[in-house]
């Protein structure tokens, strides 16, 4: 069992039916919290998480949003509010990612992704700050990537969707500091099981020193340290089997 750090409080984690989402949602239960897992579309993925969750006696919901629509952030946060109460943990872990040439990404995908990387995730934030303000704690967490650092292979629509995580982590991590709220990014690279893999895994498994892809149990693993630690703020923390050095 986990050491129960975040017993009584309330985790959303946005993207959490699958993949890292799915891991750190269940790591957040054992230490205590009761999760909402959200989805954007096929709330199957979803409800197994919960049942998973449920079945080891932790308290979960599944929320849908598709957070292209920019009033569903909100929508988002005040029915896990009406479910659970104030959210102490925010995850913002939901991203997409279409492989594609910089010379074929045009103004609806560069929007679509950036709605949904970067615009939702500040939204999300800007939405239950005051409350983690108010109670003085909070944890939040932006999901980057190792994109944002290098470039990337996805392209320039999601390279720059995720660095501007980055920005937005530093903008807000040193106003709510003060506050007992932290605010960090983690940037993985090459995970199995997400989805978003931009190629063969045996090709890009070759890329990384290590030699391998990540898991999602990996990346969980450090989240939960990032998100345990008070004295942890205003860092992004990159997780890429030695790709980038940071």
């Known amino acids: 069992m986990e050491e129960q750090t975040f017993a009584g409080r309330v985790a959303l984690v946005t993207g959490g039916s699958g993949g890292i989402g799915a891991e750190l949602s269940r790591r957040l239960s054992d230490a205590g919290a009761a999760l909402a897992v959200h989805y954007a579309a096929g709330d199957e993925a979803a409800r197994r ?60 995908l560069f929007d679509e992704t950036l709605a949904v990387n970067l615009r939702a995730p500040f ?34 629509h999601y390279a720059a969707s995720k660095a501007g995580l980055h920005g937005l982590t530093h903008h807000l991590a040193v106003r709510v500091a003060g506050d007992g709220v932290t605010v960090n990014a983690i940037a993985p690279a090459l995970i199995e099981q997400t989805g978003m893999l931009p190629g063969d895994p045996g090709n890009l498994a070759a890329a990384v020193p290590v030699g391998r892809l990540g898991t999602p149990a990996e990346v969980a693993d450090l989240a939960l340290a990032m998100l345990r630690n008070s004295y942890l703020t205003n860092q992004v923390v990159s997780i890429d089997g030695g790709m980038h050095p940071g």
């Open 49 to 108: 998480v919960v049942e998973e969750i449920e079945s080891e006696n932790g308290r979960a919901a599944a929320f849908g949003a598709d957070l292209r629509d920019p009033a569903a952030p909100e929508q988002l946060i005040d029915a896990v509010e009406r479910e659970f109460g104030p959210i102490d943990v925010l995850a913002a872990n939901a991203g997409i990612g279409r492989l594609t040439p910089y010379e074929e990404v045009d103004a609806a």
């Open 123 to 156: 939204l999300l934030a800007r939405r239950v700050l005051p409350g983690m303000r108010e109670a003085r704690f909070g944890r939040i967490l932006f999901t980057s990537s190792v994109a944002a650092l290098t470039g990337g292979i996805i392209g320039p």
